[in-house]
């Protein structure tokens, strides 16, 4: 069937061996809106980032598919909703009766979903394989175990892409990836992704190539070098570690500042390793012709796993609901359309990047997409405007909630699994979600609900279901936990980490090797 399909793909004008452009697709992993440079960072430096957003087109309205990491993935690579796709949960995450092992004593279980990446796709990379481009990918994978990696999905080499989704071993080496060899101890994982990248990059000389860079970077554990820890440790305002950290979002703690130096290491540690990439292409003269893609897979980590980050004036984070966990950095540089670098508040997401890859460099595909080519924007056209859907029918580790979402222009209207309800937002004249309108409009609620829940059954979307153990009680003492326990813990490890005399263990996560 997947041949079939494949041969349908048409080339247009372009002469692949000669003028076709290649293809760099950099996602970095848990990044934020708000941690770079260019978008508004005072805290973490990205000079890299930011250069190639001073030459992209910026979409400031761009969306992941999801505010967890695999199914924002699986729509990167077939242009797919997770919806759809049934993969709607990071691949590993527990559901139905097994979720109670967890100790959430939640009221709904999670819906089931698929554990790979469907074979029955044509991914991006089997797409640009046929046209003759050599594939290449480098890093994180999560959509599935042996069997179902880059190398069974369109990629002729993979690097480091295996069922974990988070960098088992830390970020130095040794690395325990049964995809990446380990060269010399204290080696950097962003830095060897980024190598193994210009590896490839040099030897692709002369044929169009697909390269995929998808850094681990930065999901936890979060690690980074004692220079980088000292060099952001210094640059915090005085008296910083002696401020209240973290306040109660819903659920859980959620970070105020962007104020932790590891962390702040570890992003300029993945910038530096975009700037390795950026100048190899303009070392070999491939600067002019090949297009570059970055972007995150969904919010910045504010609460929960390792509480990284803050991703104010948006609310929320990874795992969350609101903008802080699905709105991203989404940049498109096209050689020829973005030289001087262009914003454009156009809504966009995830899925928007396959049909728009092959657009731009002259490929017809009969698949169908629930994301549009976003070519035109770039020749000075609009494009219709449409509506964006999510569905999330599981309880993050960071704190969200069981929802499902539409965007139609500013309106945003959340749909609650557990009891129902819908908040209604306006994000235009309150971007960062604070007041909830759903009684002040009941006919647009009414509008947009419909819309929603029409998408949810065209989609065949799976929804949680009640539990019908669930303890009201039990569930109450699990959230007082995290009010009484659980902050005071965060406060304390916070100032920790800000003090001038932090120290996480003898080697820095073993960055310092010592040779006697």
């Given at each position: 069937?997947?041949?079939?399909?494949?041969?349908?793909?048409?080339?247009?004008?372009?002469?692949?061996?000669?003028?076709?452009?290649?293809?760099?697709?950099?996602?970095?992993?848990?990044?934020?809106?708000?941690?770079?440079?260019?978008?508004?960072?005072?805290?973490?430096?990205?000079?890299?980032?930011?250069?190639?957003?001073?030459?992209?087109?910026?979409?400031?309205n761009?969306?992941?598919?999801?505010?967890?990491?695999?199914?924002?993935?699986?729509?990167?690579?077939?242009?797919?909703?997770?919806?759809?796709?049934?993969?709607?949960?990071?691949?590993?995450?527990?559901?139905?009766?097994e979720?109670?092992?967890?100790?959430?004593?939640?009221?709904?279980?999670?819906?089931?979903?698929?554990?790979?990446?469907?074979?029955?796709?044509?991914?991006?990379?089997e797409?640009?394989?046929?046209?003759?481009?050599k594939?290449?990918?480098?890093?994180?994978?999560?959509?599935?175990?042996?069997?179902?990696?880059?190398?069974?999905?369109?990629?002729?080499?993979?690097?480091?892409?295996?069922?974990?989704?988070?960098?088992?071993?830390?970020?130095?080496?040794p690395?325990?990836?049964?995809?990446?060899?380990n060269?010399?101890?204290?080696?950097?994982?962003?830095?060897?992704?980024?190598?193994?990248?210009?590896?490839?990059?040099?030897?692709?000389?002369?044929?169009?190539?697909?390269?995929?860079?998808?850094?681990?970077?930065?999901?936890?554990?979060?690690?980074?070098?004692?220079?980088?820890?000292?060099?952001?440790?210094?640059?915090?305002?005085?008296?910083?570690?002696?401020?209240?950290?973290?306040?109660?979002?819903?659920?859980?703690?959620?970070?105020?500042?962007?104020?932790?130096p590891?962390?702040?290491?570890?992003?300029?540690?993945m910038?530096?390793?975009?700037?390795l990439?950026?100048?190899?292409?303009?070392?070999?003269?491939?600067?002019?012709?090949?297009?570059?893609?970055?972007?995150?897979?969904?919010?910045?980590?504010?609460?929960?796993?390792?509480?990284?980050?803050?991703?104010?004036?948006?609310?929320?984070?990874?795992?969350?609901?609101?903008?802080?966990?699905?709105?991203?950095?989404?940049?498109?540089s096209?050689?020829?359309f973005?030289?001087?670098?262009?914003?454009?508040?156009?809504?966009?997401?995830?899925?928007?990047?396959?049909?728009?890859?092959?657009?731009?460099?002259?490929?017809?595909?009969?698949?169908?997409?629930?994301?549009?080519?976003?070519?035109?924007?770039?020749?000075?056209?609009?494009i219709?405007?449409?509506?964006?859907?999510?569905?999330?029918?599981?309880?993050?580790?960071?704190?969200?909630?069981?929802?499902?979402?539409?965007?139609?222009?500013?309106?945003?209207l959340?749909?609650?699994?557990?009891?129902?309800?819908?908040?209604?937002?306006?994000?235009?004249?309150?971007?960062?979600?604070?007041?909830?309108?759903?009684l002040?409009?009941?006919?647009?609620?009414?509008?947009?609900?419909?819309?929603?829940?029409?998408?949810?059954?065209?989609?065949?979307?799976?929804?949680?279901?009640?539990d019908?153990?669930?303890?009201?009680?039990?569930?109450?003492?699990?959230?007082e936990?995290?009010?009484?326990?659980?902050?005071?813990?965060?406060?304390?490890?916070?100032?920790?980490?800000?003090?001038?005399?932090?120290?996480?263990?003898?080697?820095?996560?073993?960055?310092?090797?010592?040779?006697?």
């Amino acid at each position: 069937m997947k041949k079939i399909i494949l041969c349908f793909l048409l080339i247009t004008s372009f002469t692949y061996a000669q003028k076709s452009p290649n293809v760099v697709f950099i996602l970095a992993d848990d990044l934020g809106y708000h941690d770079l440079g260019y978008s508004g960072s005072k805290y973490y430096e990205t000079p890299n980032i930011d250069a190639l957003a001073g030459r992209s087109m910026n979409f400031v309205n761009g969306y992941a598919a999801s505010r967890v990491c695999s199914p924002s993935r699986a729509a990167i690579m077939t242009g797919i909703s997770p919806a759809r796709l049934q993969i709607t949960d990071w691949i590993g995450a527990k559901t139905g009766e097994e979720w109670r092992s967890v100790g959430r004593h939640s009221k709904i279980l999670p819906a089931e979903y698929s554990y790979q990446l469907p074979k029955e796709r044509i991914t991006l990379a089997e797409a640009f394989q046929k046209v003759g481009y050599k594939t290449f990918f480098a890093g994180k994978w999560h959509l599935g175990d042996e069997g179902s990696w880059p190398e069974d999905h369109g990629f002729h080499i993979n690097k480091g892409g295996f069922h974990a989704g988070s960098p088992m071993g830390g970020y130095f080496a040794p690395f325990e990836n049964p995809n990446l060899e380990n060269h010399k101890e204290g080696e950097n994982l962003s830095l060897r992704l980024a190598n193994e990248t210009c590896q490839f990059i040099e030897q692709s000389q002369g044929n169009p190539f697909f390269a995929f860079l998808s850094f681990y970077a930065v999901h936890g554990p979060i690690q980074t070098t004692e220079e980088k820890w000292t060099k952001f440790q210094t640059k915090l305002p005085e008296n910083q570690q002696d401020k209240v950290g973290f306040k109660m979002e819903r659920t859980l703690p959620i970070r105020k500042y962007q104020d932790n130096p590891v962390y702040a290491g570890l992003i300029e540690q993945m910038d530096d390793a975009v700037g390795l990439v950026l100048n190899k292409l303009k070392e070999l003269g491939l600067d002019k012709n090949t297009i570059i893609v970055f972007t995150s897979d969904n919010g910045g980590v504010a609460s929960g796993d390792a509480f990284s980050t803050s991703n104010s004036p948006l609310r929320g984070g990874k795992g969350y609901q609101w903008e802080g966990g699905i709105k991203e950095p989404y940049l498109i540089s096209v050689p020829g359309f973005t030289e001087k670098g262009v914003q454009n508040k156009t809504p966009v997401t995830g899925m928007d990047f396959y049909p728009t890859l092959l657009d731009l460099v002259g490929v017809k595909s009969t698949e169908n997409f629930d994301g549009i080519s976003l070519k035109p924007l770039f020749e000075g056209d609009a494009i219709e405007e449409r509506k964006l859907y999510w569905h999330y029918p599981h309880y993050g580790n960071q704190g969200g909630e069981p929802s499902s979402i539409i965007r139609d222009g500013d309106w945003k209207l959340i749909h609650y699994w557990e009891d129902g309800r819908d908040e209604l937002y306006r994000l235009s004249e309150d971007p960062s979600e604070e007041n909830d309108i759903a009684l002040l409009f009941p006919d647009k609620v009414e509008v947009l609900s419909l819309d929603l829940h029409n998408w949810l059954e065209e989609t065949n979307a799976k929804l949680p279901s009640p539990d019908p153990l669930y303890d009201a009680e039990k569930e109450l003492k699990v959230l007082e936990s995290y009010r009484t326990k659980l902050w005071p813990r965060l406060e304390k490890e916070r100032k920790e980490m800000l003090s001038k005399d932090y120290k996480p263990n003898a080697d820095w996560w073993g960055s310092k090797i010592t040779r006697d």
